[in-house]
C-alpha cells in the first residue's frame, strides 16, 4: 500500500514519479489504469488493510491516499489527481450513518454527487468518478470494488481530459 | 422601457441626502461610452445630477459593494436594487457579509437590461443607444440611426428573468412584480441531452477562451472571500491564463462550485466576462441538479435559509445515481 500525505499531495512539488507509474504508456506492458483512492481512516482504510490481510487482490495500480474522512476531501483534491495523471479517482468512506465525525460522509455525499455531475456535465467520462461506502470489515468489497473500478477505467483509456502534460513524465 | 425615470430617482435620493437618513448613494454614472455605465459612489445631489444615470444599461449589481462601502462610515449609505439584486442582498445577510443597519435599500422596478454585445452585432460605430417604447434607437457615427427591437437586444439572463419581486428593501419606488416562471434551465438540458464528446467539445470551445481576469470572480456577489484559492501563491494557477484544457476547466469547475448553493443566479458574471464564456450555463446547472437532488432552492429568495452543501438528509441521493440523473432528464 503507497501511502502519500495529503498535503504534500496538493502542495506545488510534483510527486514523485514512482507514485504516478511510469508503466503507463510502457511499450511491453499491458495498459493498466492509475487510480487513486481516497480512503477514510476509519473504516475503507482498513477494510483496504483487511483486503491485504485476506490475501484478496486488487490491482496495484490502485494508489490509496489516506484521509481522516471523507469529508476531508476537497474537491480540489480529485481535479488535482487527476492533474497529475490518475485516470480514475474514487472515494471511499464509512457506510452513511456510520461516519466517525457522524455526519461527515453526509456532507461528502452531497458535495460528490454535485461535482461528478459537473464533470459529466463537461464531458469528462462519468466512469472515472465514484463514492463507495466500505465499512472496516468489508474487506471483500474494498477488492471487488477496485477490482470493478479499474477494469471500468481500463476500458476507457487513459485519461486525456482532465490532464496536464506538464505534470507527467 | 423602465418605468421609473432618471429624474424620479434623484429627486429621492436628493430628499434622502438633504434629511440626512443617508451620507452617501450607491448609483450608475457613464463610463467612456454612454453605454457603458459603471457603479459609483455620489456624496451629494450636486454630484448626481451632473453624472448619475438610470437605464437599460445600469445592470451592475450594488450587493456586493455594500461589503466595502459599509465599512467606511457610521452613516447609511443609499443602494439602488433592481429585483435580481435583491437575492444577492440577502444572500450577503445570510452570510453575514455587511451590516444591515448601515444600508438603505431602495428597491427599482426594472424592464430588463440591454446587452451592448447583442446590438454591435448589428451596428457599428455606436455612439450612443436610446430607448423608445420597446424599440432601442441606436445612433451610430457612420450609418446614421438603426432602430432595433428592445426585446430581441437584452441581456440573457434578462429574457429567463426568474423575478420582478423585490425580495429585500427598505423603501419600493413604483410597482412591485411577481417571481415568474422563467426558462432559464432550458439551455442546460440542451448540453445534457449531447453526449459526452460534444459536451467536451462545447466547453472546450468556450473554456479555452478564458484568459483568467478573474472579472467573474470579482464581480460576484457569491465570491467575498478575502483570500481566494486562486490568489495562492503555492497554487500555480495565481493570476495567470490557463495554460492548457486542465488549467481552464478547473477554474471553472471550481469557481463554480464554490458559488453553489449560494449563487442566486444574478448573472453578474456572464455580463462582465470580456470573452463571453456562458458562465451561468455553469452556474445553472449546478442550481438545476440543487433543485432535482434536494428540492427547490432559491439562494437569497430569505435571509439565512440553510443552503444544500451546509444540510443534508439521510436519503440522500449516492453520487452514482445522480450523475445518471442527467439522462433521465435530457
Ligand atoms: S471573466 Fe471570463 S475571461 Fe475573465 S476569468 Fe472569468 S471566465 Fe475567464
Ligand atoms: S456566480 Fe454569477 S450569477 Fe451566481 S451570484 Fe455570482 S455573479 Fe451572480
Ligand atoms: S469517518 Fe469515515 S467517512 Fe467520516
Known sequence: MHEINSNE???KEKVSTETFSAEINSENKPYKPLIVAFCCNWCSYAGA????????????????????????????????????????????????????YTSGNYYTRRRMALLFSMLDYLGIERERTRVEWVSAAEGAKFAATMNDFAEKVAALGENKRLEDLRCKN | MQELTRDAL?????????????DRVLGW?????????????FKSA?????????????????????????????????????????????????????????VYAIGIPCDGMVDIAKIREKADGIASVDTNGDKLIVHTLFDGDVTLDRAEMLAERCTVCKSKKHVAYDELLGEEGDVVDSARFDEVAKIEAMTPDERFAFWQGELSRCIRCNACRDVCPAC????????NPNSGVENKSPANSFEEQMFHIIRAFHVAG?????????????????????????????????????????????????????????????????????
Open chain 1, 9 to 11: 499531495f496538493i502542495s
Open chain 1, 49 to 100: 488493510d483487511l483486503a491485504g490481510n485476506n490475501r484478496l487482490s486488487y490491482p496495484a495500480d490502485v494508489k490509496i491516499i489516506r484521509v481522516p474522512c471523507s469529508c476531508r476531501v476537497n474537491p480540489m483534491f480529485i481535479l488535482r489527481a487527476f492533474q497529475r495523471g490518475a485516470d480514475g479517482v474514487i472515494l471511499c468512506g464509512c457506510h452513511p450513518g456510520d461516519c466517525h
Open chain 2, 10 to 22: 434623484l429627486a429621492r435620493a436628493a430628499e434622502l441626502l438633504e434629511n440626512g437618513t443617508v
Open chain 2, 29 to 41: 454614472k457613464r463610463g467612456e461610452f454612454a453605454y457603458d455605465v459603471t457603479p459609483a459612489v
Open chain 2, 46 to 102: 450636486d454630484e448626481m445630477k451632473e453624472s448619475f444615470v438610470w437605464g437599460d444599461f445600469c445592470g451592475a449589481n450594488f450587493s456586493k459593494y455594500l461589503i466595502a462601502e459599509t465599512k467606511k462610515s457610521e452613516n447609511k449609505v443609499l443602494a439602488f436594487l433592481k429585483p435580481c439584486d435583491t437575492y444577492s442582498f440577502n444572500q450577503l445577510l445570510t452570510e453575514h457579509r455587511f451590516d444591515r443597519e448601515k
Open chain 2, 224 to 231: 467575498t472571500c478575502e483570500k481566494c484559492v486562486f490568489n
Open chain 2, 262 to 330: 449560494r449563487c442566486t443566479d444574478c448573472g453578474e458574471c456572464s455580463r462582465v466576462c470580456p470573452q463571453h464564456i456562458p458562465l451561468h450555463l455553469l452556474n445553472r446547472k449546478f442550481i438545476k441538479d440543487i433543485d432535482s437532488f434536494y428540492g427547490e432552492y432559491q439562494a437569497g429568495a430569505e435571509v439565512g435559509s440553510r443552503a444544500p452543501h451546509i444540510n443534508y438528509t439521510e436519503g440522500d441521493i449516492e453520487p452514482s445515481d445522480a450523475v445518471k440523473r442527467g439522462d433521465e432528464n435530457a
